[in-house]
């Protein structure tokens, strides 16, 4: 599977989107943001400079101070694929990116959804 297109796509385009689908469902940005920061180490400050500055996925990541270590633990199907089970860790960190906006979207808390 070709995942350039996907790895080429601009954070900021996407971010929105994510902001979206959880105040849909009566969350917040700053809890979108809260699950942005533990999965990459951005802070506010630098969150915004990625989206200012219209990174693409590659970068984005790639440039995150800390993946987080306990990220490991995003089980569960997002995009029909178990995230688990990718293998491209880029790919991988998209779709746990993902999956955890999809659970606060699902009502889970954050609590929960920060795997504390």
């Known amino acids: 599977m070709d995942n ?9 385009d996407v971010y929105p989107f994510y902001v979206q689908k959880a105040e849909r469902k009566g969350r917040t940005k700053s809890e ?7 999965l990459t180490g951005y802070n506010e400050h630098l969150l915004h400079q990625q989206i200012e500055s219209k990174s ?12 987080n ?3 490991e633990k995003i089980k569960g199907l997002i995009c029909g694929y178990r995230v688990e089970e990718i293998d491209d860790k880029l790919m991988q960190q998209i779709r746990y990116l993902d999956k955890l906006v999809d ?3 699902k009502g889970k808390s954050l609590e929960k959804i920060l795997r504390r």
Request: hydrophobic share 70%; proline share 6%.
């Open 103 to 105: 659970e606060l979207a």
């Open 32 to 38: 979108v943001d809260a699950i942005i920061f533990w």
């Open 56 to 67: 693409d996925f590659e970068a984005f990541f790639a440039q995150a101070p800390l993946i």
């Open 4 to 12: 350039t297109r996907i790895f080429k796509m601009a954070f900021a």
């Open 69 to 71: 270590p306990n990220a």
